[in-house]
């Protein structure tokens, strides 16, 4: 019977999903690898590349590995061979590197033909006891040879070295630790069983990264995250200022997040630069050598070094969140989201049953040794009587166990031993080395026998690897540094903008640029050929500039990022998403707290505050919304109680502002009824506000500005059809 496709499916992917989690993705919480870096290091042993060794090639390497143990692409067990040598990927190197492994600016390293690689001795603590019987094999893809399941691991890699990886539907980040907390932290754990996660992070106060840094979490985050396994930390860069003598100065970095290359870093900054995004930054160059300096120049000598760095934390990856995600395999089979204390113990619970595992292979060893010793003084005591059996017996073996009771074991031995053995020296040797094994039998017997002593012993040997590796040696001391965040008050990049004056000028086909200071009315301004003016507007490099276009969206742009006004400018398409078929029904600047009248083509309309209006994307803000052939005619800022508002038929209706209602978004009411002319259609062709003592005012053809004093004669209710414009109102039947 066929089986149903969906069964086959599900089956195949959930052993497709736990091959990725158990042989890919999540490493073993025991010795911290995952099976490629395991089968590295494992055959790396098998050439014999020990610390103290020649290099051999990567390329060598590599296909051992592939060829005996990982059958998978050359291309990627070289690049995780490649981030175990990168002492800027790991905190503590397991492979040495000779030549180019790539750098901290993210270029690649060279091919593995022209590298080559030798393990480190924290690589040996590793691998110590395979040997021994240490830990389990299994056969390996083909079952031509065996692999380790495990490596013993004689130092806490998973939290020294740290893991990251993406299983289905599941992922691991684990930063890196320094090893020397992690031994006090596993020696107290060893002495304390059930010491609280507090305490061990007093020992522990968070992740040592190999680039160093400034860690700025808070306390609580950081235990938080250690109790359940779960959170992230906030890495800054480590800055000084550097002071250049007379009131100048420059910010040098001297140390950058981990994992953050620093080619793009500079990029990124280069281009805040360019694009006047951060106003007080003036340059940045690199001028990093085998340590990382990176200078970043101030626009003025006035500006707040803080504040500046500030800046650039939010706005660059100077500062980054690091991922915390201790999700493991337990036991090599089992994936869980661990806690600090649940990892160290399954480390220590792991070096003891290495421990139990080498002592008892030792204790048999011992016991087989003892078993020929006491053969050869079997012999010595009857060494006559041994030679003649040898001289006259064809079969001496079955006769000399018969004779003296030795095994068979004891009598292999004494038939393989060498005449020059039978000095009298050797027996004084033979009963000296027999002492010594029966005194170490006991040994083993009291330490398998003894809980304790098996938990003093692994404490011995952490012990050992903190002296060697903690913070007396070179590279043990804490490279990151625990600090606060300083207390700054966030300031607004605006406020950062150097304030002058210029005029806004905006064509009427759409190309707009900022001429510097005010521009008298009457200046003489050149536009493109075919184009011409239509909006001229005073403002400050510190204002913000509103379009309303005839799609009855709003965009903002900030004036200090116009174009200057020697060329003729950009198009305003450029600078926000205004599509070729709308047009720029008002541009004005934004005055907080202000309101306007926006209305559409057939006459609806309503009050929106600018504040709500402002955009903070490029593809602008909806408020006036507009359906079939309507389109957002006018808008005008409420300066008085009344509104005029006049048709396409010249028919002006002046009524109060008040009858109309505020709205953040939508198609309005009726501001003024019309009525349709022929074929001709007919809507609303302009809008204005004023105060009824002052009255309405326009400008004339001659730019002359009029003023008719008395409206009560287009005073009406609001949707009336109102009457003729006053004498003298423009022919296009704008206000202005």
């Known amino acids: 019977m066929a089986e149903p496709l969906r069964r086959a499916l599900?089956?195949?992917?959930l052993q497709y999903a736990l091959s990725t989690i158990m042989h890919r993705a999540l490493p073993d919480a025991r010795d911290g690898l995952k099976p490629v870096h395991r089968r590295i290091l494992y055959a790396m042993r098998a050439l014999k590349l020990d610390p103290s060794s020649s290099f051999k090639k990567s390329a060598k390497i590599?296909?051992?590995?592939?060829?005996?143990?990982?059958?998978?692409?050359?291309?990627?067990?070289?690049?995780?061979?490649?981030?175990?040598?990168?002492?800027?990927?790991?905190?503590?190197?397991?492979?040495?590197?000779?030549?180019?492994?790539?750098?901290i600016d993210g270029d690649n390293p060279a091919a593995?033909?022209?590298?080559?690689?030798?393990?480190?001795?924290?690589?040996?603590?590793?691998?110590?006891?395979?040997?021994?019987?240490?830990?389990?094999?299994?056969?390996?893809?083909?079952?031509?040879?065996?692999?380790?399941?495990?490596?013993?691991?004689?130092?806490?890699?998973?939290?020294?070295?740290g893991a990251s990886g993406i299983a289905v539907g599941m992922a691991t980040s684990i930063p890196p630790h320094n090893v020397g907390e992690l031994c006090d932290a596993a020696l107290h754990l060893i002495k304390f069983p059930n010491a609280r996660t507090e305490t061990l992070v007093e020992m522990i106060p968070a992740p040592d990264f190999p680039t160093g840094g400034i860690?700025?979490?808070?306390?609580?985050?950081?235990?938080?995250?250690y109790r359940t396994g779960r959170g992230s930390f906030r890495l800054r860069a480590k800055w000084e200022v550097e002071d250049l003598g007379r009131g100048v100065w420059q910010i040098v970095i001297t140390e950058i997040p981990y994992q953050v290359q620093k080619s793009k870093l500079v990029e990124k900054i280069a281009d805040l630069v360019n694009a006047k995004k951060i106003p007080i930054l003036g340059d940045v160059r690199d001028e990093s050598a085998e340590d990382v300096r990176l200078v970043v120049e101030p626009r003025s000598r006035s500006v707040e070094p803080a504040l500046l760095m500030e800046t650039?934390?939010?706005?660059?990856?100077?500062?980054?969140?690091?991922?915390?995600?201790?999700?493991?395999?337990?036991?090599?089979?089992?994936?869980?989201?661990?806690?600090?204390?649940?990892?160290?113990?399954?480390?220590?619970?792991?070096?003891?049953?290495?421990?139990?595992?080498?002592?008892?292979?030792?204790?048999?060893?011992?016991?087989?040794?003892?078993?020929?010793?006491?053969?050869?003084?079997?012999?010595?005591?009857?060494?006559?009587?041994?030679?003649?059996?040898?001289?006259t017996e064809d079969e001496p073996k079955p006769m000399m166990m018969a004779e003296f009771g030795l095994t068979e074991v004891q009598t292999e031995a004494i038939l393989n031993m060498r005449l020059r053995s039978l000095r009298r020296l050797e027996e004084f040797q033979i009963r000296k080395e027999r002492d010594e094994l029966t005194d170490e039998r006991a040994a083993l017997h009291a330490l398998l026998g003894d809980e304790e002593l098996q938990w003093k012993r692994v404490a011995s040997e952490i012990r050992d690897v903190r002296d060697e590796f903690g913070k007396g040696s070179s590279e043990g001391g804490r490279r990151t540094v625990l600090t606060d965040a300083p207390d700054i008050e966030e300031v607004p990049l605006e406020a950062m903008i150097e304030r002058e004056p210029i005029t806004v000028i905006c064509s009427a086909k759409g190309w707009i640029r900022a001429q510097k200071g005010h521009l008298s009315e009457g200046a003489d301004v050149k536009y493109k050929d075919g184009d011409e003016g239509q909006f001229l507007l005073r403002a400050e490099t510190?204002?913000?500039?509103?379009?309303?276009?005839?799609?009855?969206?709003?965009?903002?742009?900030?004036?200090?990022?116009?174009?200057?006004?020697?060329?003729?400018?950009?198009?305003?398409?450029?600078?926000?998403?205004?599509?070729?078929?709308?047009?720029?029904?008002?541009?004005?600047?934004?005055?907080?707290?202000?309101?306007?009248?926006?209305?559409?083509?057939?006459?609806?309309?309503?009050?929106?505050?600018?504040?709500?209006?402002?955009?903070?994307?490029?593809?602008?803000?909806?408020?006036?919304?507009?359906?079939?052939?309507?389109?957002?005619?006018?808008?005008?800022?409420?300066?008085?109680?009344?509104?005029?508002?006049?048709?396409?038929?010249?028919?002006?209706?002046?009524?109060?502002?008040?009858?109309?209602?505020?709205?953040?978004?939508?198609?309005?009411?009726?501001?003024?009824?019309?009525?349709?002319?022929?074929m001709i259609p007919v809507g609303l062709s302009d809008l204005k506000t004023f105060h009824s003592e002052e009255g309405v005012s326009w400008r004339d053809p001659a730019g002359r500005t009029r003023t008719e004093a008395n409206t009560d004669h287009w005073r009406g209710a609001r949707a009336a059809a109102g009457n003729d414009a006053p004498r003298g109102f423009p022919k296009d039947n704008r206000f202005s």
């Open 62 to 103: 590599v296909g051992d590995t592939m060829g005996s143990y990982h059958p998978h692409g050359d291309q990627a067990i070289y690049d995780a061979l490649v981030r175990l040598a990168q002492d800027f990927s790991v905190r503590y190197p397991l492979v040495d590197g000779q030549g180019n492994f790539g750098n």
């Open 312 to 391: 650039l934390f939010k706005q660059t990856d100077l500062e980054t969140r690091v991922s915390l995600n201790m999700n493991v395999l337990r036991d090599g089979k089992t994936p869980a989201v661990l806690s600090l204390t649940e990892v160290l113990r399954v480390f220590l619970d792991h070096r003891r049953d290495v421990l139990l595992r080498r002592s008892k292979h030792r204790l048999g060893k011992v016991d087989h040794r003892l078993e020929v010793l006491e053969g050869y003084l079997t012999a010595y005591l009857n060494l006559d009587r041994v030679i003649e059996i040898i001289r």
């Open 112 to 161: 593995q033909r022209y590298t080559e690689a030798r393990l480190t001795k924290l690589a040996g603590l590793l691998l110590d006891g395979l040997d021994e019987d240490a830990v389990d094999f299994r056969p390996n893809y083909d079952g031509s040879v065996e692999e380790p399941v495990v490596l013993p691991a004689a130092f806490p890699n998973l939290l020294a070295n």
């Open 542 to 678: 510190t204002d913000k500039l509103m379009i309303f276009a005839s799609n009855g969206r709003f965009y903002t742009l900030g004036c200090d990022k116009l174009p200057g006004g020697r060329g003729m400018g950009e198009p305003v398409r450029l600078m926000v998403d205004l599509d070729q078929e709308d047009e720029i029904v008002d541009l004005f600047v934004y005055k907080a707290g202000a309101k306007r009248v926006v209305a559409s083509s057939d006459g609806k309309g309503f009050v929106v505050a600018e504040d709500d209006a402002v955009a903070q994307t490029r593809s602008g803000k909806q408020v006036l919304v507009t359906d079939g052939p309507n389109l957002a005619k006018a808008s005008a800022r409420i300066e008085g109680d009344l509104l005029a508002v006049v048709g396409d038929n010249r028919k002006m209706l002046v009524f109060p502002v008040s009858e109309l209602p505020e709205m953040g978004r939508g198609k309005g009411v009726i501001l003024q009824r019309y009525r349709q002319a022929g």
């Open 215 to 225: 860690l700025v979490e808070p306390r609580e985050s950081i235990l938080e995250a």
């Open 10 to 13: 599900g089956e195949r992917y």
